[in-house]
């Protein structure tokens, strides 16, 4: 056997590189692994060969075929570990978080059928700055709850939740156990059902500690959700500030401007 055909199968379709194409030598590379894994050859948990080797293989310095790893780890494609047993691996396909609706962090990973855990870090009273004040409609000092989660999927740390919660409608809410859905909680013990919320998405980099609350190096790039949530009746139950890892989720939100339009129509009266 020779030491083309001891190769796994997707390493005996290497790249053709083409400088004509126009396309840079690691985006061509980046193009290809992305393929190869997206045909399932290679499977999360899989480990490339050293990049020396595949470099060699593929007929480019190392430092091209760096490039090309690099961007595939900033999109969690692939993770890169140090130490013996370090090496380039396939990752875990990110999970999908939609934003559609009103679902808690719980719900959305049933939705994605993967077990949500969660690991507490604080809960206390606190009271109330400005910003969280006026989100809860209560007044400045007075008390709210600050509740600190680590969110978990396939023992690893998605996200990381800093929530706040007005007292007076949860009187008894720290002597729960909070590691499970909040949301259903409010609603079977108080009553006070989650039903609409206003989000704003923004990116931002870690900072020492949420870096090792959530696993990933100091200044890795993060995605904050800073949600208000109301009941039906307008009641804000909740202001959070929530942090995910943008190489394990993906946020996904759906929107509907033919149904928004059909609305409008059947709400505005004839100008006839």
């Not at 090496?87 to 959305?108: H, W």
């Not at 606190?126 to 006026?134: E, K, L, S």
Request: aromatic letters at 6%; hydrophobic letters at 40%.
């Amino acid at each position: 056997m020779t030491a083309i055909e001891r190769q796994p199968e997707w390493l005996r379709s290497l790249p053709p590189l083409s400088a004509k194409s126009g396309v840079p030598a690691h985006v061509q590379i980046e193009r290809w692994l992305t393929d190869v894994i997206g045909r399932g050859d290679l499977v999360p948990g899989d480990r490339l060969p050293r990049e020396d080797e595949l470099a060699a293989l593929i007929g480019v310095s190392r430092m091209t075929l760096r490039q090309a790893l690099a961007t595939l780890e900033s999109l969690g494609t692939v993770v890169r570990k140090t130490g013996r047993s370090g090496g380039t691996f396939v990752s875990e396909p990110r999970i999908e978080c939609d934003l559609t609706g009103l679902a808690g962090f719980t719900e959305q990973m049933r939705r994605a059928n993967v077990r949500a855990g969660a690991r507490m870090v604080s809960a206390r009273t606190v009271p109330a700055g400005a910003a969280v004040a006026d989100a809860l409609s209560v007044n400045r000092g007075s008390p709210v709850y600050e509740v600190v989660r680590v969110r978990t999927a396939r023992r690893e740390p998605l996200a990381l939740e800093r929530a706040y919660f007005p007292s007076e409608p949860f009187p008894d809410l720290l002597s729960h156990r909070l590691t499970g859905s909040i949301y259903e909680l409010f609603t079977r013990r108080y009553g006070q059902e989650p039903h609409t919320a206003s989000e704003i998405l923004e990116p931002v980099i870690a900072r020492p500690e949420e870096a090792e609350l959530l696993a990933v190096a100091p200044n890795s790039p993060l995605m904050l959700i800073t949600r208000t949530a109301f009941t039906s009746a307008g009641l804000a139950v909740e202001f959070a500030r929530d942090l995910f890892r943008p190489d394990r989720v993906r946020i996904s939100l759906q929107t509907g401007i033919g149904a928004a339009a059909r609305a409008a129509r059947m709400t505005t009266p004839d100008a006839f």
